[in-house]
């Protein structure tokens, strides 16, 4: 895989971040690569994805040094310019981050030899009743520590708008669309549309529309279904409804969820993988979908979903159930497999003398 012009998004708050950037910097050097520093906030203000990746020079790598949030803003760089995106794990949970700090020189050389394989990830995009705008009061407001804010999503003006139909916002989102309430103590009131038929109306602190990757996000922590990140799906997941059904819906995805708040709800905010993007006033809608174009993320191996929601979630086993036996592998995978189980996806046999998956970070002693 030729990769010419590696772009850098490093935590910028963490010496470790900053110190394995150094060694993508030499790595590049020495290999004749162009490495450019981007979303480095010097400025004090973030610029769309289209701008930054320009200014890097067209990257075709992108290399994020960081925890998941660091991974979420490469993502969305990665995403508008078609770029592969390799997650270095300098993060406290690192569900998305791909190789520990230590091994990033052996990772770029692996890409480089084309040693690697490309999973694509679901995106979510969106159109919306109105382009999406913060008020500038707002802006003071989230700057608690969170940096600056990235500016409201462009409209898109490839698509047709207006009408019924709304404007098509220039979005990829890696995990979650949420709308939250914007008032401390007010709940919102909004109508939930499944591939365009009411599915209900909520009272609620939040309704998110999260990716299979975004399951183990925000709608994991408000009670949604863990998702493989191989499937197809969008998750609907209401955050404390004031109802009686509470549920997730798994939706197919091509069946877009769509949210409008009611004409007497409070305003909702607007939050595109945690970045807040726009505030919604009664009758304004959302409607997301998945998008056409998918993230392409580096894997150095097989990418072992469970043993990392087991591991990373400190998933912890019944007392009981502890007493009760030991859990031997199902499948120790050290003969071939018969023939009826040749098409399925299982990772090879589990390292047991691991701390953490591979690929993964040792905890903190
Ligand atoms: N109550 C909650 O859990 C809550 C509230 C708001 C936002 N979020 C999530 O935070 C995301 C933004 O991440 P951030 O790091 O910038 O915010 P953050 O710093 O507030 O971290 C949220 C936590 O979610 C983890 N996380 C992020 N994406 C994940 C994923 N796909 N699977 C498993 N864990 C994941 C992060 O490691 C972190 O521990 C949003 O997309 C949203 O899903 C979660
Ligand atoms: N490049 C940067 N420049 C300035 N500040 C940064 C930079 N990257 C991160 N920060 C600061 O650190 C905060 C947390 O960043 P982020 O959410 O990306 O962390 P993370 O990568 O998810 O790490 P963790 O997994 O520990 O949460 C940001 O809101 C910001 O205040």
């Known amino acids: 895989m030729t990769v010419n012009r590696v772009g850098l998004v490093v935590h910028g708050g963490r010496a470790e971040a900053q110190a394995a950037a150094g ?16 979303d480095v906030w010097q400025e004090g203000a973030r610029h769309s994805a289209r701008a930054e990746v320009d200014a890097a020079g067209d990257p075709d790598l ?29 993060g406290r949970v690192g569900f998305l981050t791909e190789v520990p700090a230590p091994a ?47 500016p409201p999503p462009r409209v898109r003006v490839d698509c047709a708008a207006g009408g019924d139909w709304g404007v098509a916002l220039n979005v990829t989102a890696l995990n979650d669309v949420v709308l939250e309430k914007l008032a401390r103590d007010r709940q919102v009131s909004v109508a939930v549309y499944l591939a365009g038929r009411l599915l209900a109306c909520y009272s609620a602190d939040a309704l998110l529309v999260a990716t299979p990757t975004g399951s183990t996000a925000y709608s994991f922590a408000a009670g949604g279904p863990v998702v493989s990140p191989r499937a197809e799906a969008l998750v609907f997941t209401p955050v404390a409804p004031h109802m009686v059904f509470n549920r997730s819906v798994v939706a197919a995805p091509d069946e877009p969820v769509a949210l409008r708040v009611l004409e007497r709800s409070g305003q909702a905010a ?36 469970y043993g990392r929601l087991r591991e990373r979630m400190n998933l912890t086993d019944a007392p009981a159930a502890l ?43």
């Open 270 to 305: 607007v939050s595109i993988d945690g970045q807040l993007r726009g505030v919604l006033s009664p009758g304004d809608w959302i409607g997301v979908y998945a998008a056409p174009r998918r993230l392409k993320a580096v894997r150095l191996g097989p990418m072992d979903f």
């Open 104 to 150: 990033v020189r052996a990772a770029l050389d692996a890409v480089r030899e084309e040693r690697i394989t490309v999973e694509s990830r679901m995106l979510l995009t969106m159109r919306a009743s109105c382009r999406l705008e913060v008020p500038a009061q707002m802006e003071a407001l989230m700057r608690y520590g969170r940096g600056p804010m990235l």
């Open 23 to 38: 060694a993508v910097r030499d790595w590049c050097a020495e290999h004749a690569v162009e490495c450019t520093d981007i």
């Open 323 to 365: 007493a009760d036996g030991r859990a031997a592998p199902l499948w120790p995978m050290t003969s071939p497999r018969p023939a009826d189980l040749a098409h399925l996806a299982l990772p090879g046999a589990p390292d047991v003398t691991a701390d953490r998956p591979p690929g993964g970070t040792p905890p903190p002693a």
């Open 62 to 90: 992108i290399v994020t040094l960081g925890g998941d949030g660091t991974f979420l803003r490469g993502a969305r760089l990665a995403a508008e310019n078609d770029a592969l995106v390799l997650g270095v794990d300098l």
